[in-house]
């Protein structure tokens, strides 16, 4: 019970330390197995199992760079949502970046990919199976193990390889001869209610059935009813001991996400002035974090600016954002222990179906209707020399095929794109942990990877011009803009109705409108082949006390774009020095983590609004190799188990990021010069240059505090539980101009919780971000209207969660 009591009091947000003790239910693992702890172990801080190196070992004992977080945490955080981990791993941000969309960065590695035609730098995980779209992320923070996030690129022991890192998010698993249930409801402010169960029920003597389910909404964070959430989900699982030394576990999950979806806001305007000032910028306070595009002040004040290129005052956005999009799986994991070792085979399939419609200032409307099925089969076998050595071997096969069609109305231009993308991916993996003596391990692992991603679609661009697009100005004053169509024949007839002729810009004189068409095809394939590899040696020169460093290389494939002289880029390479220390002091009850990171990346891919080198260029969101770049810092984390019943814990990091080479053109034919704070030269083209800039994303300061106390009463006891956490200032765009930096902030939380001694019922009232701080998270340029909009951290919240369980 003493155990259970102090789990309950730990809810730190303790990112590489455990929050609680952990343990894993009977068919989890296919590999080792973590001696019990001794009884002084127990009397303090409790480990967490995790399988970051695809064996069973206590966080303390696994010399990676991962940080864990416990299931308690993501409840007590509100973590429903992908883009909620950064509330709780201080080295990851995590934002929306429109529709189901989820853009990571790890210690300022990341991309803020929108599309299906290129894949994320940081790889997501569940159950096992790597996720290759960012828009089925979402659904899955319910009935959890935990959720380890790796730190650094994972170029040996993961699916696809990634350089960034790894988030892997596992479920509980069936739990054989036990009958159990437990749900947690909540409802607080903006009509949130948070609800999410599970049962676990024996099959016979051998075997075990869980059902999780989960469902959240909530109402809009914004004026206009936007950043709302409305969403469900149910998990189902059959674990089988077929023989005593065979396992399986059968799950199938769905997940459904409707409402609006993901709001911004518009709190700027800039102008180009002329060579010697540049571009100047001016707040509007009044559009301030609350008052989303589709509020009546923000389209009255669209309204009011003049577009050069249609020669006209801007309409209303008048759109409003909506989503309904599925996703389900289905997995099969099967372990068979061998005297020469185990084998473990485990195969999946994923389909998604996206139907999303986000509205920002940047776009009237951004229309997605993606359907997308992957397949992947991974094998393992690890087993032991002896005492001498363990080693795991592998093979892994990845094919994902994407039907993908889009609109994208941006006021005076609009792309309508039609294609079918795909990724096959076949990989050989294997890992040696060689025990030099009884505390000396060297570790040697590689992967060979080859990569086959292909491409054939097309892009149908319709662009409005009033005369000429050079100055002097022309004037169309009554000309309509870009309607809410989604097919280029509806665009068509549209403006062939109303007068409007097709030919190139200025064909039929100033003053009068023309709509300009290009077509830009794609019909490709890009073949990566590659090896990485990881070399490490850890030291556990007192039971409770780790050295190691290891070095270690990974790459992220490339891929393609809907733009003239930018169709397609090159994989981006990193390697990574990492030096760490995990200790356990006075008794167990003192934990101190240090690590010191080095990393290079080249060919690094950067995702960006810019202008292709059409004649007239095009405005479009793409992908490009920009140069190369160091990264480096500290991170530590300490959890101090004062006494039984007060802990107290906190963790900080120091990244220190720059491009050593950012180089990228723009073409010549923009009526302004790009809306960098970078010099350029000018040549044929614009020779952009952001060499020494810091990475995007990535906060040179970072740090959480967090304590409880448990307050014991007659029968039962109340928990009082509270943190800060804060991030330093960020470049949340990459024009890096002052006013797109996301300044520091603090975001505090609290809770106080009364439970009886045998905790089969909770009651928790609980406030987050009592500053009430709503934080730039990502900007966005409006080329068209000059404006600058954000998306924002959501706002104070606060409510009451009741939780019940038996056993």
């Not at 099967?334 to 005297?339: A, D, I, L, P, R």
């Not at 169509?485 to 007068?499: E, H, K, P, Q």
């Not at 097709?502 to 990566?528: D, E, M, V």
């Not at 990574?576 to 080249?602: D, H």
């Amino acid at each position: 019970m003493k155990h259970r009591i102090l789990a309950s009091a730990s809810v730190l947000a303790i990112v590489a330390s455990p929050a609680y003790a952990q343990t894993v239910p009977a068919g989890t693992a296919s590999q080792t197995t973590t001696p019990a702890p001794s009884s002084e172990e127990q009397a303090g801080l409790q480990d967490i199992i995790v399988t970051a190196q695809r064996t069973e070992q206590s966080a303390q004992k696994a010399p990676v760079a991962i940080a864990v977080v416990a299931p308690q945490e993501l409840i007590r955080q509100n973590v429903t949502r992908a883009e909620d981990l950064s509330r709780v791993v201080p080295a990851l941000v995590a934002t929306a970046s429109g529709g189901p969309n989820t853009s990571f960065f790890l210690r300022g590695v990341g991309n803020t990919t929108v599309n299906s035609y290129s894949d994320p730098a940081i790889s997501f995980n569940y159950d096992g199976v790597y996720i290759g779209r960012p828009n089925s992320t979402q659904g899955f923070f319910y009935d959890l193990q935990r959720v380890e996030v790796l730190k650094g690129p994972q170029g040996t022991l993961y699916g696809r390889n990634a350089t960034g890192g790894a988030i892997n998010v596992l479920p509980r698993r069936p739990e054989i001869g036990v009958t159990s249930g437990e749900i947690q409801a909540s409802y607080g402010n903006y009509n949130a209610v948070h609800a999410q169960g599970a049962v676990n029920l024996p099959i016979a003597d051998s075997g075990a059935f869980r059902l999780a389910g989960t469902y959240d909404r909530h109402d809009g964070y914004y004026s206009d009813g936007t950043g709302d959430q409305k969403q469900y989900g149910a998990r189902a699982q059959v674990l089988a001991n077929l023989t005593p030394n065979l396992t399986t576990r059968v799950g199938v999950d769905y997940q459904h996400q409707g409402g609006v979806g993901s709001g911004s806001y518009i709190y700027g305007t800039f102008a180009y002035t002329g060579p010697t000032t540049g571009f100047v910028f001016t707040p509007t306070p009044q559009l301030g974090p609350k008052v989303g595009v589709a509020d009546p002040r923000t389209e009255a004040f669209i309204q009011t600016r003049f577009i050069a290129q249609a020669g006209r005052n801007s309409e209303a956005i008048n759109s409003y954002p909506s989503q309904n999009d599925s996703v389900w799986g289905a997995t099969s994991e099967t372990n068979w222990k061998t005297s020469a070792g185990t084998l473990t085979v485990q195969a999946a399939y994923r389909e998604s179906q996206i139907a999303a419609l986000s509205t920002t200032s940047n776009f009237r409307s951004f229309r997605q209707d993606e359907h997308a099925h992957q397949v992947t089969l991974e094998t393992r076998f690890a087993g032991k020399i002896g005492t001498i050595a363990d080693y795991l071997i592998g093979g892994f096969f990845f094919d994902e095929n994407i039907n993908n069609r889009s609109s994208i109305n941006q006021i005076t231009l609009t792309p309508f794109q039609n294609y079918i993308t795909g990724t096959t991916s076949k990989a050989a993996f294997g890992r040696l942990a060689l025990h030099v003596t009884d505390t000396l391990t060297l570790t040697g692992a590689g992967r060979y990877t080859d990569d086959v991603k292909r491409m054939n679609g097309l892009s149908n661009v319709f662009t409005l011009f009033c005369g000429a697009p050079t100055p002097p100005q022309d004037f169309c004053p009554n000309v309509p803009l870009m309607p809410l169509v989604f097919n280029a024949n509806d665009l068509i007839s549209f403006y062939t109705s109303r007068g409007v002729a097709f030919g190139p810009p200025g064909s039929r004189g100033p003053n009068t409108p023309t709509i300009f068409n290009t077509q830009i095809a794609i019909n490709s394939k890009l073949i990566t082949k590659k090896f990485t590899y990881r070399g490490a040696l850890d030291w556990q020169f007192t039971p409770r006390n780790l050295v190691y460093v290891s070095y270690e290389t990974g790459f992220h494939g490339g891929g393609f774009n809907f733009g003239r002289g930018l169709e397609t880029y090159k994989p981006e390479t990193i390697s990574a020095l990492t030096v760490g220390s995990k200790n356990r002091f006075f008794n167990n009850r003192l934990q101190l983590n240090i690590e010191g990171f080095y990393w290079k990346y080249k060919d690094q891919q950067i995702s960006q609004f810019g202008t292709d080198f059409s004649s007239p260029p095009i405005s479009v969101f793409y992908t490009s190799n920009i140069g190369s770049s160091t990264i480096k810092g500290i991170d530590v984390d300490g959890e101090f188990l004062l006494t039984p019943t007060t802990r107290i814990g906190g963790s900080v990091q120091y990244l220190k990021t720059s491009y050593d080479s950012y180089a990228f053109t723009s073409s010549l034919q923009s009526p302004t010069p790009p809306n960098f704070a970078c010099p350029y030269t000018v040549t044929t083209q614009y020779n952009i240059d952001c060499s020494g800039k810091p990475a995007l994303f990535s906060p040179k300061w970072s740090f959480n505090v967090n304590a409880s106390q448990t307050i014991k009463l007659d029968g039962f006891k109340l928990v009082l539980e509270g943190g800060t956490r804060w991030r330093g200032d960020f470049y949340a765009a990459t024009s890096y101009q002052p006013w797109v930096i996301s300044k520091a902030t603090f975001q505090s939380d609290a809770s106080a919780t009364l439970s009886p001694d045998s905790e089969w019922w909770s009651v928790t009232a609980f406030v987050n971000n009592i500053e009430n701080k709503r934080r730039l998270t990502q900007s966005n340029t409006n080329g068209t209207l000059n404006t600058q909009s954000g998306l924002a951290t959501a706002p104070r919240t606060f409510g009451v969660r009741l939780g019940a369980r038996f056993k």
